[in-house]
């Protein structure tokens, strides 16, 4: 994935993530989601739902019908600029959340390290409760061997208050609150750039400690000794957070943690179900549009042809494929052409102009595009798209590039051998035939076989790309060469009919019509009809009154005349147009 892409992807998704929880921040609130289990449930989903936003929606365009897959970029982007030593700014920003996130994980293993040092360094109090010098409050770690770190002045507290540290730290381990603990840090480590995954991650702690609490009151009835407990181990000198580690007290959430011992509401499952099913569904509804509003695009990649499309960033709902054109593969050309496309309201591409790239692959890019057609949301629009063509490897040399779109002249078979007894030449003036047949590696009396009908074709191609050779035998097993011009494509028509909206649409220059004063003065007014051939340069070539009053009708004509339109292109042509022009004249009251 380009630097670029990636670096304006990482945004969106960040973007994405900021909304969400944006978004759903306020519905356990709102629906009252007081349940400190229901709530750590529900912020749990949110943080699973912000990991898996990407897979929400197919990243943009989705590609659904030719050989060459697409992509988008966004093109109004200006082209990273080189930081030092040559290297985007892009590519530096990029290094630096990979650089942050590597350092976090790096502070993550440290934490680590500490914690099984104190488990090493610490005495056993009773079961799985140690004793250690290196930490002022519980600390609960570790899956297979889980223990409690209690600080050396534990034996000291009033035996209430050992109770209920003791039953805190047991339920985390019963709760195996560590192996949780340690994905959401993980989650940190990766988005620690991020102020909304924080605060997130922040509300979970605070939802764990809180069902914690809950439960340890539940068991000990005994609701002042615990909030003692807390205000405690809040009173012992300040120390860092040992991360990954549930801390039996963050001094941040202390006065959450004691309002909501103290002042306790239960919610019923009658309420209590129905408020997190439509919590969950209105959080499923933000993800949805959210990631439809920002959507992520996919990097572009070469199909096996050789050609990569970039868009610019708006979805396709289908489209033609896009070829390779044979003769310049053969010549070895190859760059990007640049293609402005017009879309009508509907996605259609109603126009297109190349803007830029090499002659020899123009057509083919045109051809294809003309049959595109985008979403909805972005008619109406012009866009600008590129096209780039690679040669193929091993297609460099004539034979292989030509073996790659006939691999046996039509009328023989592979691994066939024939005498030539004709060749005949059709639809060329006599200069044109006898510079073919100079060209020709074959002659009449020659050996026809798989390569030396490969090389004819390839001599014929670069002679004139339009030129077809087909084998013939006759009784007496001779064959007979003949080569004419392929089959043209359907002509153009010369007119098509276009609405009068539709083509007033493509008015570029338009001069008002002057009220005749004469039928100002009778007071006359109405609509003048008119039906007009538009010319394929938007000058109008031909012009009939159908209907309207004869006073008023001269002005009309007078203006319509000199009015110009944009050229109106039929599979890349301009063509003529004819159309209906209604000039209205209306008196003022």
């Not at 109770?163 to 709760?175: F, G, K, S, Y």
């Not at 995954?197 to 009835?221: N, P, Y």
């Not at 860092?240 to 509401?265: C, M, S, T, Y």
Request: glycine fraction near 8%; charge should be neutral; charged fraction near 15%.
């Amino acid at each position: 994935m380009e630097l670029a892409l990636a670096w304006n992807n990482l945004l969106m998704y960040s973007l994405q993530i900021g909304l969400v929880i944006g978004l759903a921040a306020f519905l356990p609130a709102l629906l009252r989601l007081r349940a400190p289990g229901a709530r750590l449930v529900y912020w749990h989903l949110l943080l699973a739902a912000c990991l898996l936003l990407p897979v929400v929606r197919p990243w943009q365009p989705q590609l659904i019908e030719g050989d060459v897959e697409i992509s988008t970029i966004v093109t109004q982007a200006v082209p990273a600029a080189p930081g030092p030593h040559g290297i985007p700014w892009n590519g530096l920003l990029l290094a630096l959340v990979a650089a942050g996130a590597a350092g976090r994980m790096v502070w993550l293993g440290i934490g680590i390290f500490r914690l099984r040092k104190y488990r090493r360094h610490a005495v056993r109090l009773e079961g799985i409760a140690l004793l250690s010098r290196d930490v002022q409050s519980p600390v609960t770690f570790g899956w297979r061997r889980p223990v409690i770190l209690l600080p050396v002045r534990f034996p000291h507290l009033p035996a209430s208050l050992q109770r209920a540290i003791l039953c805190h730290e047991t339920l985390h381990v019963e709760r195996h609150d560590w192996l949780f603990t340690l994905a959401e840090e993980l989650v940190r480590a990766v988005f620690w750039f991020h102020p909304a995954i924080w605060w997130l991650l922040g509300e979970i702690q605070l939802a764990r400690e809180e069902a914690v609490d809950r439960r340890v009151v539940e068991l000990t009835g005994e609701r002042d000794p615990y909030v003692d407990a807390l205000l405690a181990v809040a009173g012992a000198d300040a120390y860092p957070d040992l991360a990954p580690a549930p801390l039996f007290l963050r001094r941040r959430h202390l006065k959450q943690r004691v309002i909501g011992i103290l002042k306790e509401k239960h919610m019923s499952q009658k309420i209590l179900v129905p408020a997190l099913a439509a919590s969950l569904a209105l959080m499923a509804a933000a993800c949805w549009f959210v990631t439809g509003a920002v959507p992520l695009v996919a990097a572009p990649q070469a199909d096996a042809g050789g050609v990569t499309v970039n868009l610019n960033g708006a979805p396709l709902m289908h489209r033609t494929p896009v070829t390779y054109p044979p003769g310049a593969i053969e010549k070895g050309i190859q760059g990007t052409v640049a293609v402005q496309v017009k879309l009508d309201s509907t996605g259609e591409v109603s126009d297109a102009a190349v803007v830029s790239g090499p002659d020899e692959l123009r057509k083919a890019v045109v051809q294809s595009v003309l049959g595109w057609h985008f979403s909805k949301d972005v008619g109406g629009s012009t866009r600008t798209i590129t096209v780039d063509f690679v040669v193929p490897q091993g297609s460099q040399q004539p034979a292989a590039a030509l073996q790659s779109v006939v691999t046996v002249a039509p009328g023989l078979k592979d691994g066939q051998t024939l005498t030539v007894k004709d060749i005949e030449v059709q639809g060329l003036s006599d200069e044109a035939r006898t510079g073919l047949l100079a060209k020709l590696p074959v002659h009449a009396g020659d050996t026809l076989d798989h390569d030396a009908a490969v090389r004819a074709m390839t001599a014929i191609k670069g002679f004139d790309s339009h030129l077809s050779m087909s084998v013939s035998t006759g009784s007496d097993g001779a064959a007979t060469l003949r080569i004419i011009p392929m089959t043209a494509p359907p002509a153009v028509p010369s007119r098509i009919r276009v609405g009068g909206n539709v083509q007033a649409a493509m008015l570029i220059s338009q001069v008002k019509p002057v009220y005749p004063p004469d039928a100002k003065a009778a007071k006359i007014q109405g609509t003048v009809r008119m039906q007009a051939v538009i010319g394929p340069d938007g000058h109008v070539q031909d012009l009939t009154v159908t209907e309207g009053d004869p006073s008023l009708a001269t002005a009309a004509m007078q203006a319509v005349w000199q009015w110009v339109y944009k050229p109106t292109l039929l599979n890349g042509q301009p063509v003529s147009v004819a159309t209906n022009i209604d000039v209205n004249f209306t008196l003022a009251n």
